[in-house]
């Protein structure tokens, strides 16, 4: 519920556990959002995230600047940089993340 401040619930569905990726990773799942949910607003230090659009249409906010992605789509929000992400779609978004940790 409210992940990281936003709205509704987030469904995630983890593809490999940390313990399955040699530590080189904190996470490589499958989110879910349905209309109107989000992932507030924060920020990755010492660590990267992608995510990579399968379905639905997001609004993504990083450091400040806001677009559209639709499914094929992908951001990456490096360390040190912050983001949040919103459904602003009819259907289902569904999303990859994987966030790298920094060596």
Same mark, same amino acid.
């Given at each position: 519920?409210?992940?990281?401040? +936003? $709205? +509704?619930?987030?469904?995630?569905?983890h593809i490999l556990k940390q313990d399955e990726i040699?530590?080189?990773?904190?996470?490589?799942?499958? %989110?879910?959002? @349905?209309? +109107?949910c989000s992932i507030g607003w924060h920020e990755h230090? @010492?660590?990267?995230? %992608?995510?990579?659009?399968?379905? +639905?249409?997001?609004?993504?906010?990083?450091? #400040?600047? $806001?677009?559209?992605?639709?499914?094929?789509?992908?951001?990456?929000?490096?360390? #040190?940089?912050?983001?949040? %992400?919103?459904? %602003? #779609?009819?259907?289902?978004?569904?999303?990859?993340?994987?966030?790298?940790?920094?060596?």
């Amino acid at each position: 519920e409210q992940m990281r401040g +936003g $709205k +509704g619930t987030v469904e995630i569905t983890h593809i490999l556990k940390q313990d399955e990726i040699n530590g080189n990773a904190r996470l490589v799942a499958k %989110i879910s959002l @349905n209309p +109107g949910c989000s992932i507030g607003w924060h920020e990755h230090v @010492n660590e990267e995230e %992608i995510y990579y659009i399968l379905k +639905g249409k997001a609004l993504i906010d990083e450091n #400040g600047e $806001k677009h559209e992605l639709n499914p094929g789509d992908a951001s990456l929000t490096k360390g #040190g940089e912050s983001h949040s %992400i919103e459904n %602003i #779609g009819d259907e289902v978004l569904e999303f990859v993340a994987v966030i790298l940790l920094y060596a």
